[in-house]
């Protein structure tokens, strides 16, 4: 069967019944909803669709059946902002046995064993497994996280910190219901622990570090924000996630005041914005950002806001608005007037508005800070189904394409 006989066959079966849906209004609609189908249709029955979706970083792995034994390739597949990442790339493979957790003197085969060493090393995972954590996990510099092969949930108390360190990847993880901790001594490295003021509760909170990459997780329910990066972060790619219910998404830059986030550069890519989102996806100040090829599916109040002249360059997103008439618009100017935020540079370049979602643009189309916001080359928003469709933490087996 070919590739194009099954759109063809899959769209004779579900058009009937999108046809005379009696809630979908919009002409629009009925072509998402069209294509929702034949790419969901397309994941379960066309395992190959992992490869050549037009997704760089997918389609730079995930077609190889050896993974497993090749997983360090996946530090080679970066893009955007974060692209200079490498993890654990060159370090031992370090294998999580023991979901156990000791914040000051943890033991070996546990996660924050791994974490805390000075050494790169690429954590992998034995088996599925649940972690929760007693406070928060403090990675150390040049490590990867890596959940392929293993159902990893890190759940049910704090969650990752990675403060004034370098060279993280974080993939495949399961990252939700992450409380607050604090007020306890936690281990940062063999060699040191301190005291520990009360966390925020984020999924994966991003402070004073760079060159980091987040890709394939799926997030959900924290406390404070499902990923947040503040005081002078930089060199950062979010990628391939998928998040669901939460209120305050992704903050990106700490205070109107806090200049240090001036230098921040941010991807923002192939990202699934799904059900029971409010707000904050993202929420910027001050620095760069590159907002490319994300379906937003839900949002409450808006989908992109910011304060504090940051640069948004928004290129070939999906933004399909709630059917509230008062939340269409997909931007924010967070508590400043127009006649200031109207200077700053916010442009929406080929993306696909659904259900009436509109984006308001500001600054000088023509200005040079675009460049500083641009991290890769957009597809077309048309795309965005297929690029995004395997957002989220991966069910990959050995031996099979992932």
């Given at each position: 069967?070919?590739?194009?006989?099954?759109?063809?066959?899959?769209?004779?079966?579900?058009?009937?019944?999108?046809?005379?849906?009696?809630?979908?209004?919009?002409?629009?609609?009925?072509?998402?909803?069209?294509?929702?189908?034949?790419?969901?249709?397309?994941?379960?029955?066309?395992?190959?669709?992992?490869?050549?979706?037009?997704?760089?970083?997918?389609?730079?792995?995930?077609?190889?059946?050896?993974?497993?034994?090749?997983?360090?390739?996946?530090?080679?597949?970066?893009?955007?902002?974060?692209?200079?990442?490498?993890?654990?790339?060159?370090?031992?493979?370090?294998?999580?046995?023991?979901?156990?957790?000791?914040?000051?003197?943890?033991?070996?085969?546990?996660?924050?064993?791994?974490?805390?060493?000075?050494?790169?090393?690429?954590?992998?995972?034995?088996?599925?497994?649940?972690?929760?954590?007693?406070?928060?996990?403090?990675?150390?510099?040049?490590?990867?996280?890596?959940?392929?092969?293993?159902?990893?949930?890190?759940?049910?108390?704090?969650?990752?910190?990675?403060?004034?360190?370098?060279?993280?990847?974080?993939?495949?993880?399961?990252?939700?219901?992450?409380?607050?901790?604090?007020?306890?001594?936690?281990?940062?490295?063999?060699?040191?622990?301190?005291?520990?003021?009360?966390?925020?509760?984020?999924?994966?909170?991003?402070?004073?570090?760079?060159?980091?990459?987040?890709?394939?997780?799926?997030?959900?329910?924290?406390?404070?924000?499902?990923?947040?990066?503040?005081?002078?972060?930089?060199?950062?790619?979010?990628?391939?996630?998928?998040?669901?219910?939460?209120?305050?998404?992704?903050?990106?830059?700490?205070?109107?005041?806090?200049?240090?986030?001036?230098?921040?550069?941010?991807?923002?890519?192939?990202?699934?914005?799904?059900?029971?989102?409010?707000?904050?996806?993202?929420?910027?100040?001050?620095?760069?950002?590159?907002?490319?090829?994300?379906?937003?599916?839900?949002?409450?109040?808006?989908?992109?806001?910011?304060?504090?002249?940051?640069?948004?360059?928004?290129?070939?997103?999906?933004?399909?608005?709630?059917?509230?008439?008062?939340?269409?618009?997909?931007?924010?100017?967070?508590?400043?007037?127009?006649?200031?935020?109207?200077?700053?540079?916010?442009?929406?370049?080929?993306?696909?508005m659904l259900n009436g979602a509109f984006f308001t643009t500001s600054g000088a189309a023509s200005s040079s800070s675009y460049a500083r916001a641009?991290?890769?080359?957009?597809?077309?928003?048309?795309?965005?189904?297929?690029?995004?469709?395997?957002?989220?933490?991966?069910?990959?087996?050995?031996?099979?394409?992932?």
């Amino acid at each position: 069967m070919t590739f194009n006989f099954f759109l063809f066959f899959i769209f004779s079966l579900i058009t009937p019944t999108i046809i005379h849906s009696s809630h979908v209004q919009d002409p629009e609609l009925v072509v998402l909803e069209v294509q929702e189908a034949i790419y969901n249709a397309s994941r379960r029955n066309l395992g190959y669709l992992s490869c050549g979706t037009g997704n760089p970083i997918d389609d730079c792995w995930r077609c190889d059946k050896k993974w497993a034994k090749n997983r360090k390739r996946l530090a080679d597949c970066a893009i955007g902002f974060g692209k200079g990442a490498i993890g654990g790339k060159n370090g031992k493979i370090y294998v999580v046995t023991d979901t156990g957790d000791d914040p000051v003197n943890p033991k070996k085969g546990t996660l924050r064993y791994g974490a805390i060493q000075f050494e790169p090393l690429w954590i992998i995972f034995e088996r599925d497994m649940v972690i929760k954590l007693k406070e928060e996990l403090m990675l150390n510099s040049f490590k990867t996280i890596d959940g392929r092969g293993a159902s990893v949930h890190i759940s049910g108390g704090p969650c990752i910190t990675i403060q004034y360190v370098t060279n993280i990847i974080i993939h495949g993880i399961n990252i939700h219901d992450c409380k607050r901790g604090g007020n306890a001594n936690v281990r940062d490295t063999p060699s040191h622990y301190g005291w520990r003021t009360i966390s925020d509760g984020d999924g994966v909170s991003i402070f004073g570090g760079s060159h980091i990459w987040v890709d394939h997780c799926s997030l959900s329910n924290c406390v404070d924000g499902l990923i947040d990066a503040i005081h002078g972060s930089t060199s950062i790619t979010i990628s391939n996630n998928y998040l669901t219910h939460h209120n305050k998404v992704m903050l990106l830059g700490h205070s109107d005041f806090e200049t240090r986030d001036k230098i921040m550069q941010v991807t923002i890519a192939f990202n699934h914005f799904g059900e029971g989102l409010v707000q904050r996806m993202p929420r910027c100040r001050h620095g760069y950002f590159h907002v490319v090829n994300n379906d937003y599916t839900h949002w409450e109040m808006y989908a992109i806001g910011g304060s504090a002249d940051p640069t948004i360059n928004s290129q070939g997103n999906r933004f399909l608005a709630p059917n509230d008439p008062n939340n269409k618009e997909v931007t924010k100017r967070e508590e400043w007037p127009e006649s200031a935020w109207k200077k700053w540079n916010w442009r929406s370049q080929g993306d696909m508005m659904l259900n009436g979602a509109f984006f308001t643009t500001s600054g000088a189309a023509s200005s040079s800070s675009y460049a500083r916001a641009s991290s890769l080359s957009a597809r077309p928003s048309s795309y965005v189904g297929s690029i995004t469709v395997g957002a989220g933490a991966l069910q990959c087996k050995t031996g099979s394409h992932c």
